[in-house]
């Protein structure tokens, strides 16, 4: 079975600066996609960006980009110029390509975003 | 834009009452999800379905079950709840068999049960 980590539960930054949250994962697959969803204070989750793991290049949304260190498990994400409205919880997820793994997702613990004025 | 809409936001229970939580979602969308979210430990699948009446498993059925009679709605089921089940409770939908796959969730739904 698949895990996914997020190993800061409270990150805090500066409005205008630049900050990356932390997630690992754990899967002996080598098909699959990974997810950075975000959940503001309304609760309503959002998706903020996507990486196909067979695709070298890290995404880019904007204000928002990805690290995706395949050997390594890892997919950090980075958001530039801060801004108010960032402040939510952020979660990875991981899904199999595999097609009859059934469309699910595995999300990580959370990591909840403070931004100061 | 994609509409999932999950009928309470706030809900207080007794224990050993019988609850339903409802969602509706209006794209079409053959998948449909129910997961749910506590601290620490993100979101946890409940129970899916990918198509009307057929249904899956997740990570913690326990104490739970679903229904699904209309491909736009889908309903989580506490047959007799419990105060472990005082919880944050989130329904999300998906296209099936894309790769662009993106799941679209609801608002939410805050079950405490007494």
């Known amino acids: 079975a698949q895990t996914v980590t997020q190993s800061q539960p409270e990150m805090s930054v500066q409005e205008a600066e630049t900050v990356t949250l932390s997630c690992t994962y754990d899967?002996?697959?080598?098909?699959?996609?990974l997810f950075w969803y975000k959940q503001p204070p309304s609760r309503q989750m959002i998706l903020v960006i996507r990486q196909e793991a067979y695709k070298q290049q890290n995404a880019t949304e904007n204000r928002f980009s990805v690290n995706f260190q395949k050997a390594a498990k890892s997919f950090s994400l980075k958001i530039s110029d801060s801004q108010l409205g960032d402040a939510a919880m952020y979660f990875c997820a991981y899904r199999s390509a595999i097609s009859n793994a059934g469309n699910m997702l595995t999300f990580g613990g959370g990591t909840r975003l403070m931004v100061k004025p | 834009d994609v509409k999932v809409t999950q009928s309470s936001r706030y809900l207080v229970k007794r224990t050993g009452e019988k609850v339903f939580l409802e969602c509706v979602q209006d794209m079409d969308h053959e998948n449909m999800f129910w997961y749910r979210q506590d601290p620490g430990l993100g979101l946890r699948l409940i129970y899916f379905s990918y198509d009307v009446k057929m249904k899956e498993k997740g990570d913690i059925p326990e104490g739970y079950s679903v229904s699904r009679e209309k491909k736009e709605r889908f309903s989580l089921i506490l047959e007799s709840a419990s105060t472990n089940q005082t919880s944050m409770y989130l329904c999300?939908?998906?296209?099936?068999?894309?790769?662009?796959?993106?799941?679209?969730f609801g608002a939410g739904t805050r079950l405490s049960v007494l």
């Open positions: 999300a939908s998906s296209v099936r068999g894309t790769s662009k796959y993106i799941q679209y």
């Open positions: 899967t002996s697959e080598s098909d699959y996609y």
